[in-house]
């Protein structure tokens, strides 16, 4: 960072361009994290949210984009004053118990996000005619050596430039030329009203696949490896600010997308790959070929950085060695976690004949339960000022965070009533 | 004296701290003063003595003095009638004459408030400083010494985090039915206290003020004491590094991962960075200088003192970091075409310490022309007093140009089997790349 300000005292660039230079040197940690939100398991998601619903929940983009924003930049926060991860954070605050069973809950439902990588990988495959027995083990090969053998600084670039594939939504979103006066209308003046239950699954989806657990540790790591100094918090979070609002503008187009061409379609819509299928008689090859690879493109990167932040925290709240450049011998449980999670996501994605759909509503779960656990954990440590000296949250902040968790509760309580606990009483 | 036997209900020698947790504090007539939540100890000790037992009740955090303790089991612990009750969260140091100070006591002794233990070391990580890394405290052990406990291990390992999570006896039984003699059961993984070194953290400072001192840490091997740095956080890593005394900041500086170099180097004290600069070697400070921006490695050279290592310094920052130049050292041992035998023999013990290598000999003019080499092996074996002039190899020397990429540079070494290589440009000698230059790039730590 004071290179770039040294530089720019060097050449005498002017003030605001200054300002801009050295938030680019900040960009990362948020605007990645944010991307890999846009998973698989996000893309059914919207996929499904345009089909079935149209225009209609847009406008719940924007409590969820402020609830995305709020959560990531206190992560980001901790991590810039405390120069920890979140999991050591919850283990030198809450013991290794508390630490231990919470590390269970997210290898699990890390376990179930995989599965739903491996599953969206399985997907795209399919779109262009290649069977789920060649596509999954060959990416979960690709996908292991990369991480192991791969520079990590050099996935996380390509990653970035993969990202621009999200533009063509954008693209290929104008080019459908929807009714931009009714996407606005649904969008800042909702029928707030016609919110029907039958909503519920989808509304508790868009949620569930925007604020979830592990991005909480994985922004917080990252903004730590970053090394990024209190006095750019300021840059961070607007780092933050600009990957969630990129985020959500894709999340808009795909649903844009979806609901100009399938919404009322009397078509049935289960995935992303119906989704895609469906899309081609009606918008052309363009757009499945495009869905096609966002969906490629989202489930590799989100299939390798996964499994690999998850064997991370775990070894960093349990006191493990871990690090992708050491060897076996040195990191043995961090490579055992990397290497099985990959293995058994793959594995049961093979298993013929198997309802992934259940699985993935399991991990759903799992990410519902956990969520409003690891915001209290958050919410508790960045008001201790134990941790966080001067930068602990305003009362304001607090309030609002508090409404955020309890909105979280209710919405995953009505989607472990209805996905998990109904089904197991009828 | 059964009945002022503080242990007389309590028949392990040795204690676990996570089991004291939650005990039940009593007091007069067995009321409940509340449950244990920490010990305070003396620092100063090498095993250190428990001197409180610090308790919590109705959310607020009391101690009671050890002196004031009647019985002690994991159970319950009673306390002696009308025995005084501080209340804080921190124990006041008493001032005493010690005549034993351990390494790690020195961590502590200008301390003005004592932390209790489990906030120091209990699920925070620490250095190992035996082990020479970094690991994170699943438990503390103490001993019954006596009427008194005294830490004397750190709990590391699967074990101890079983016991923590309440399964020990669960866990210990099962294995015992199928491997009786299992390593698991035999062995605890226990890091002497003697070798425990807090890591100094940010809100623990905030409080009590401890002076972490770093004695213990500046016996460790700079390379070891690089990995250790690059485990732990940027607030612990910068507090340790700045407490080290130059000689090792340059030792470490040289071997630590180039990402959180630049954080190490003081951008407000230029004079102390100048100063570690002039501690190394001018080919690693070089390699240092390459990982901060142009700017502050400008200001660095400028603020250095001595002026043969900042033109050395300056003539290899010319170079990119990845070819010859970049990585080579101007600093070769130089031998005159008139020099004998003995004079270089007598000349070693004096140059050993400057220069990149003794192994070669290289030849040179006053324009510092190269006319030749021979290595000390061959010099040695000439039985009488040889004139280099005689002896010097002429022919077919394998040198490089400045230009020469590191795998140019690798594969020569390869092919050649040297371990050093004189970079020549237009016939001046600029230095030598030795084959531990070349090391860090072969594997993958510098690109």
């Known amino acids: ?426 | 004296m059964s009945s002022l036997n503080i242990f007389s209900n309590f028949d392990e020698v040795s204690v676990h701290f996570s089991s004291c947790i939650g005990s039940k504090v009593l007091g007069r007539d067995g009321v409940s003063l509340g449950k244990v939540c920490d010990l305070f100890v003396d620092y100063e000790d090498l095993y250190p003595l428990v001197i409180a037992i610090q308790y919590k009740r109705n959310g607020q955090l009391f101690y009671a003095n050890w002196e004031s303790v009647e019985n002690f089991s994991y159970h319950e612990i009673k306390i002696k009638n009308d025995a005084p009750e501080g209340q804080s969260r921190t124990f006041p140091k008493q001032e005493n004459e010690k005549s034993i100070t351990s390494i790690l006591a020195n961590q502590f002794t200008e301390a003005i408030e004592y932390p209790p233990i489990g906030k120091i070391v209990l699920d925070r990580q620490i250095v190992d400083t035996s082990g020479k890394k970094v690991v994170r405290v699943n438990d503390i052990q103490l001993i019954k010494v006596g009427q008194h406990l005294r830490v004397t291990h750190a709990e590391i390992g699967v074990r101890s985090m079983i016991r923590r999570l309440g399964y020990e006896k669960l866990v210990d039984k099962t294995i015992s039915l199928f491997r009786p003699n299992s390593h698991y059961l035999k062995k605890s993984q226990l890091i002497n206290w003697k070798y425990v070194h807090a890591i100094p953290s940010r809100n623990i400072h905030k409080n009590v003020k401890l002076n972490l001192s770093n004695d213990d840490i500046k016996s460790i091997h700079p390379a070891d004491l690089a990995d250790i740095l690059e485990d732990l956080d940027s607030f612990g890593r910068e507090t340790i590094f700045s407490k080290l005394d130059l000689q090792t900041k340059a030792d470490t500086l040289t071997e630590i991962d180039e990402e959180i170099l630049p954080s190490l180097i003081n951008e407000d004290n230029l004079d102390e960075a100048a100063k570690i600069i002039e501690e190394m070697d001018a080919d690693d400070a070089v390699d240092v200088l390459h990982e901060l921006d142009e700017r502050k490695a400008q200001l660095i050279i400028e603020n250095i003192k001595d002026s043969e290592q900042k033109e050395e310094v300056r003539e290899l920052l010319e170079y990119e970091a990845n070819v010859a130049g970049g990585i080579m050292s101007n600093e070769y041992f130089e031998i005159d075409i008139e020099d004998t035998k003995n004079s270089i023999l007598e000349r070693i013990p004096k140059v050993f310490d400057e220069v990149e290598t003794v192994n070669d000999l290289y030849i040179v003019d006053k324009e510092y022309q190269f006319l030749g080499m021979l290595t000390l092996g061959e010099l040695l074996s000439y039985s009488d007093n040889v004139n280099i002039r005689d002896v010097m190899q002429e022919q077919d020397i394998i040198s490089l140009g400045p230009d020469a990429h590191w795998k140019d540079v690798a594969e020569y070494m390869n092919k050649y089997n040297l371990f050093n290589i004189p970079i020549i440009e237009n016939g001046e000698l600029l230095g030598v790349v030795s084959v531990d230059d070349i090391l860090p790039y072969l594997l993958n730590e510098k690109s």
């Open chain 1, 1 to 426: 960072m004071t290179d770039v300000k040294d530089k720019i005292e060097k050449y005498n660039i002017p003030p605001y361009f200054k300002k801009v230079l050295i938030l680019l040197t900040i960009v990362g940690p948020g605007l990645i994290t944010a991307n890999i939100d846009n998973d698989a398991g996000g893309i059914a998601t919207y996929s499904l949210a345009g089909a079935q619903t149209g225009f209609r929940l847009l406008w719940t983009l924007i409590p969820i984009t402020i609830a995305l924003i709020m959560v990531q930049e206190m992560s980001a926060r901790m991590g810039i004053v405390s120069g920890k991860g979140l999991a050591d954070l919850i283990r030198e605050k809450f013991g290794l118990k508390v630490t231990f069973y919470t590390l269970i809950f997210l290898i699990f439902a890390d376990l179930g996000n995989t599965m739903a990588e491996f599953a969206g990988i399985a997907s795209a495959g399919e779109i262009f005619g290649i069977s789920k027995y060649i596509s999954v083990p060959i990416s979960s090969l690709f996908v292991w050596l990369l991480i192991l053998k791969g520079d990590y600084k050099i996935v996380e670039r390509v990653f970035l430039v993969g990202c621009t594939v999200y533009l063509s939504y954008i693209i290929s979103g104008f080019m459908m030329k929807p009714d931009w006066l009714a996407i606005a209308k649904a969008t800042f003046l909702p029928d707030v009203t016609a919110i029907s239950m039958k909503d519920m699954p989808i509304l508790v989806g868009l949620v569930g696949t925007s604020i979830t657990p592990w991005m909480q540790f994985y922004i917080q790591s990252a903004v730590v490896e970053k090394g990024i100094k209190v006095k750019h918090l300021f840059e961070s979070k607007i780092d933050i600010i600009v990957g969630c609002t990129f985020m959500v503008t894709v999340t808009m187009f795909i649903i844009i997308c979806c609901a100009v061409n399938l919404h009322g379609a009397g078509l049935v819509i289960n995935d992303a790959k119906d989704a895609a299928l469906a899309l081609r008689p009606l918008a052309g090859d363009f757009s499945t070929i495009l869905f096609g690879i966002g969906l490629l493109n989202a489930s590799i990167f989100a299939a390798a950085l996964l499994p690999l932040a998850a064997s991370y925290y775990v070894c960093e709240g349990l006191g493990w060695e871990s690090g992708v450049d050491k060897s076996f011998e040195e990191a043995p449980h961090f490579f055992t976690i990397f290497t099985s999670l990959i293995i058994i996501a793959a594995v049961i994605v093979l298993i013929p004949n198997i309802n992934l759909f259940k699985i993935l509503i399991w991990s759903q779960v799992a990410n519902g339960v956990l969520i409003p656990i690891i915001l209290l954990y958050i919410l508790n440590l960045c008001n201790d000022p134990d941790i966080m000296g001067e930068y602990t949250n305003t009362k304001m902040y607090n309030f609002i965070s508090y409404g955020i968790i309890l909105l979280m509760v209710l919405i995953n309580g009505a989607l472990i009533y209805f996905e998990a606990i109904r089904p197991l009483l009828e």
